[in-house]
């Protein structure tokens, strides 16, 4: 089992940068593939980014603005957004699953952090 805890939201001016840490208990992070999700208020769960052993892969929204990575030594997983959006504004959620391999829907994760608020003002 894996807890998860989210960091780094805050409010921000369209144009600017944020970069979100997850990081997690355990010893055996490395042995999860990782993604982050969003929420906005009145919407559904949206896939945002995965990361597995090396290979990443990005929402449509965010390619080339958004950038995953994980550090298996500090047990961290890190969500990185540039030139930021006032439709980025959202909640955000790392999580975890054991399986390795590109996974976009919420159900295909097993262990979810309780979010941090990002806010992109216009």
């Known amino acids: 089992q894996v807890q998860l805890v989210e960091s780094g939201g805050g409010l921000v001016q369209a144009g600017g940068s944020l970069r979100l840490s997850c990081a997690a208990s355990?010893?055996?992070?490395?042995?999860?593939?990782m993604g982050w999700f969003r929420q906005a208020p009145g919407k559904e769960r949206e896939f945002v980014a995965y990361?597995?052993?090396?290979?990443?892969y990005y929402t449509d929204s965010v390619k080339g603005r958004a950038t995953i990575s994980r550090d298996n030594a500090k047990n961290t997983v890190y969500l990185r957004t540039n030139s930021l959006e006032p439709e980025d504004t959202a909640v955000y959620y790392c999580?975890?699953?054991?399986?390795?391999?590109?996974?976009?829907?919420?159900?295909?994760?097993?262990?979810w952090g309780q979010g941090t608020q990002v806010t992109v003002s216009s």
């Open positions: 990361i597995g052993y090396t290979n990443t």
């Open positions: 999580a975890a699953r054991r399986l390795f391999g590109i996974a976009t829907m919420p159900s295909e994760y097993t262990y």
């Open positions: 355990g010893r055996t992070f490395g042995s999860y593939a």
